[in-house]
């Protein structure tokens, strides 16, 4: 029971604590033809917000997407589900794939990702 209790007292504070969690792989760019379209968390896409599809992370985390190639960074807010891709980790929307010189010529790039806030 002691076991138990020490589970749940860690449990609680990891969910009521930020934690700082990074993922490095491939993010693309939401086609042009989505926006305007509904996005998972009931709002619609709007291509030239700063914001992004994960898997996991909750809607309305705060993510630093970085570009490995060039360092460059955005931070975007999560209000989508996906890439369904399964070779990418985030789909990003033109205006945040352009702060990190993502386009749709280069069709995916090597980033970080750092999940920073998720209120």
Do not use: W
């Amino acid at each position: 029971m002691r076991n138990l209790n020490v589970i749940i007292l860690l449990v609680f504070f990891l969910s009521t604590h930020r934690i700082h969690a990074q993922e490095v792989g491939y993010a693309c760019i939401y086609s042009e033809s989505l926006c305007g379209g509904m996005v998972a968390n009931g709002s619609r896409l709007n291509c030239d917000k700063l914001t992004a599809a994960h898997r996991s992370f909750k809607f309305g985390a705060q993510v630093r997407v970085t570009n490995m190639d060039n360092d460059k960074s955005v931070i975007v807010i999560i209000n989508d589900r996906g890439p369904y891709n399964h070779k990418d980790i985030i789909d990003l929307t033109p205006a945040a794939a352009a702060k990190i010189g993502l386009t749709h010529g280069k069709g995916r790039v090597k980033v970080k990702i750092e999940k920073i806030i998720d209120d």
